[in-house]
């Protein structure tokens, strides 16, 4: 089963972007959904967005529309969320999260999580 | 946006309890329902999804329940390393499949 490597912590700016990877280590994201969960320090769980690689489709929650680019790269072994136009409130600890596609058949769950990226927003 | 509100918001146990948890969509979500733990400083875990399908490797102590707007996760018999926070999150449809506020079960 694919495991998840997210990079490492980041401070950043207000009004600056943040790069966020996550590298499946033992597979590909072929025939999975990728997506991407945020927490801010002692609060519950927040969904951003998703991307399948294998239709070429992604998806976003409104709130982050126009913010977040969410891509999957590098024959599919990474994936990556941008987000932009930073705010101290998007402080949080970052998740990407996969489901397998035929395993989840019409349903939509994540099974295998990263372990967070910690993006500090501060001045 | 699908609302989903999860009762309690905290709970406190003993070990060999039966622990219920709830969770209540703003509407009805048939079984889109999947449920996770998460334990301090630690990634969520899926142990419930479609509404009452096990993950494999989860223990059968947990169990799943409901439709449409009412959702249950039961822990049969409470074990020590089932504190934590456990979260509901609906799949229904469209984005964004939110996720409850929380349920953070203590070990007495």
């Known amino acids: 089963q694919v495991q998840l490597v997210q990079s490492g912590a980041e401070v950043k700016k207000p009004g600056s972007s943040v790069n966020v990877s996550c590298k499946a280590s033992g597979g590909t994201f072929n025939s999975y959904t990728v997506t991407w969960v945020r927490q801010a320090p002692g609060q519950g769980l927040e969904w951003m967005g998703r991307?399948?690689?294998?239709?070429?489709?992604?998806d976003f929650a409104q709130k982050f529309q126009g913010r977040v680019t969410i891509t999957a790269g590098e024959s599919t072994r990474i994936a990556y969320m941008e987000l932009s136009s930073l705010r101290s409130d998007d402080t949080a600890v970052y998740y990407c999260?996969?489901?397998?596609?035929?395993?989840?058949?019409?349903?939509?769950?994540?099974?295998?999580w990263g372990k967070g990226t910690m993006v500090t927003v501060s001045s | 946006d699908i609302q989903m509100t999860q009762s309690p918001s905290s709970l406190s146990a003993s070990v060999g309890d039966r622990v219920t948890i709830t969770c209540r969509a703003s509407q009805s979500i048939s079984r889109y329902l999947n449920w996770y733990q998460q334990r301090p400083g630690k990634a969520p875990k899926l142990l419930i999804y479609?509404?009452?399908s096990l993950q494999s490797g989860v223990p059968s102590r947990f169990s799943g329940s409901g439709s449409g707007t009412d959702f249950t996760l039961t822990i049969s018999s409470l074990q020590p390393e089932d504190f934590g926070t456990y979260f509901c999150?609906?799949?229904?449809?469209?984005?964004?499949?939110?996720f409850g506020q929380g349920t953070k079960l203590e070990i007495k």
């Open positions: 999260a996969t489901g397998d596609i035929a395993a989840a058949g019409h349903y939509y769950y994540m099974d295998v």
């Open positions: 999150q609906e799949t229904y449809d469209t984005p964004p499949y939110s």
């Open positions: 991307i399948t690689p294998l239709f070429g489709t992604a």
């Open positions: 479609a509404a009452s």
